[in-house]
């Protein structure tokens, strides 16, 4: 996905199907796109909750997300790992938010973050020219 910055944002994405249950689950590299991630770390300790909703700021295992449900039953997941990549989850039907961070609590996050370590983005742009 091209950016603003002339820099790209690479990912994959996968659609798991279990009887009725779906969950779709993209894992990005957020490296040229810190926003991004910085908007899920700055809901850490946010919690709201209504009959028609529930959104909460959490860490995952060392890792900032958000979770949110709302009815009749998906719940979505984003979380930043290593710093770096954005796992995004999608899963419904749920009958609650737990179903969201048991998913998100069998992601192996360790081995995802192993893929790259957490770097500065490369300069873009007429300053990166030699």
Same mark, same amino acid.
């Given at each position: 996905?091209?950016?603003?910055?002339?820099?790209?944002? #690479?990912?994959?994405?996968?659609?798991?199907?279990?009887?009725? *249950?779906?969950?779709?689950?993209?894992?990005?590299?957020?490296? *040229?796109?810190?926003?991004?991630?910085?908007?899920?770390?700055?809901?850490?300790? #946010?919690?709201?909750?209504?009959?028609?909703?529930? &959104?909460?700021?959490?860490?995952?295992?060392?890792?900032?997300?958000?979770? *949110?449900? #709302?009815?009749?039953? #998906?719940?979505?997941?984003?979380?930043?790992?290593?710093?770096? &990549?954005?796992?995004? &989850?999608?899963?419904?039907?749920?009958?609650?938010?737990?179903?969201?961070?048991?998913?998100?609590?069998?992601?192996?996050? /360790?081995?995802?973050?192993?893929?790259? +370590?957490?770097?500065?983005?490369? /300069?873009?742009? +007429?300053?990166?020219?030699?």
């Amino acid at each position: 996905m091209p950016l603003p910055n002339n820099g790209e944002m #690479t990912g994959v994405r996968r659609k798991y199907l279990r009887g009725e *249950q779906s969950l779709e689950l993209e894992l990005t590299d957020a490296l *040229q796109a810190p926003a991004v991630a910085q908007v899920i770390k700055s809901q850490q300790g #946010t919690a709201r909750k209504t009959d028609k909703s529930d &959104f909460r700021g959490v860490d995952l295992g060392g890792h900032p997300a958000i979770v *949110q449900w #709302t009815p009749p039953g #998906t719940a979505i997941v984003n979380m930043v790992v290593g710093g770096r &990549f954005l796992a995004n &989850f999608k899963i419904s039907p749920v009958d609650s938010i737990e179903a969201a961070l048991a998913a998100a609590g069998s992601l192996p996050v /360790a081995e995802i973050a192993k893929l790259a +370590p957490p770097a500065a983005a490369p /300069a873009t742009g +007429p300053a990166a020219e030699p």
